[in-house]
């Protein structure tokens, strides 16, 4: 059920989704990019996920900031991982 997202839940996942389908371009050489959004009982978890190989480390600059800032503003949290499988930020938010 889609309708537990507040208006501002959906511009943030809109907002980060154009933020992480940017990074793919520009970082990643992804050829595979899923969004994919889980409601539960009490929290709706949103994975923006890539298939990209890039350096060994990263670091998180003006893009990735962003996306964690936003997702705080809409009362979520953010984590971001990056392991050899690719690129993956997920924001959990509670209804």
């Given at each position: 059920?889609?309708?537990?997202?507040?208006?501002?839940?959906?511009?943030?996942?809109?907002?980060?989704?154009?933020?992480?389908?940017?990074?793919?371009?520009?970082?990643?050489?992804?050829?595979?990019?899923?969004?994919?959004?889980?409601?539960?009982?009490?929290?709706?978890?949103?994975?923006?996920?890539?298939?990209?190989?890039?350096?060994?480390?990263?670091?998180?600059?003006?893009?990735?900031n962003?996306?964690?800032?936003?997702?705080?503003?809409?009362?979520?949290?953010?984590?971001?991982?990056?392991s050899?499988?690719?690129?993956?930020?997920?924001?959990?938010?509670?209804?």
């Amino acid at each position: 059920d889609l309708s537990n997202f507040s208006p501002e839940q959906w511009v943030c996942i809109h907002d980060n989704l154009k933020e992480c389908l940017t990074n793919v371009l520009k970082h990643s050489n992804a050829t595979e990019f899923l969004l994919n959004i889980q409601v539960f009982k009490k929290i709706i978890k949103v994975e923006y996920k890539d298939n990209g190989r890039t350096s060994p480390g990263f670091e998180k600059h003006l893009g990735l900031n962003a996306i964690e800032e936003r997702t705080v503003k809409a009362k979520g949290r953010c984590f971001i991982n990056k392991s050899e499988n690719g690129f993956v930020v997920t924001n959990i938010f509670n209804y």
